[in-house]
């Protein structure tokens, strides 16, 4: 029995350890200029689109043009009032970010 135990939390310990995600699982998507506020705008990764069906192959490329320009979040900003056409702007947010500088004259 306990052989048996032991196993199984081997096995589920080792699992756990496998799992590495895709860099574009790890995009935030968001549809909120107030999320990505502080955050570094990396530029947009995509044209006005239709969110229509089909969508989800131009929500992907937009994640992989993120992750190509070192992104953390995905801005889908709407240009429509029923949210049926986007475009996305890819931003970096978090530590490392770029902040405002100001800088003062000395006089």
Request: a negative charge; one cysteine or more; hydrophobic letters at 40%.
């Amino acid at each position: 029995m306990q052989r048996i135990l032991l196993a199984s939390l081997l096995f589920v310990g080792v699992s756990a350890c496998g799992y590495h995600p895709d860099p574009e699982d790890l995009i935030h998507i968001v549809d909120s200029p107030a999320d990505v506020r502080v955050c570094q705008n990396l530029g947009e990764v995509s044209p006005v689109v239709p969110t229509t069906p089909g969508f989800g192959s131009a929500t992907d490329s937009m994640k992989e043009a993120v992750v190509a320009l070192g992104g953390t979040h995905l801005y889908l900003q709407q240009t429509t009032q029923d949210w049926s056409l986007v475009r996305g702007i890819a931003y970096r947010c978090g530590p490392g970010e770029a902040r405002e500088t100001v800088i003062r004259a000395k006089g």
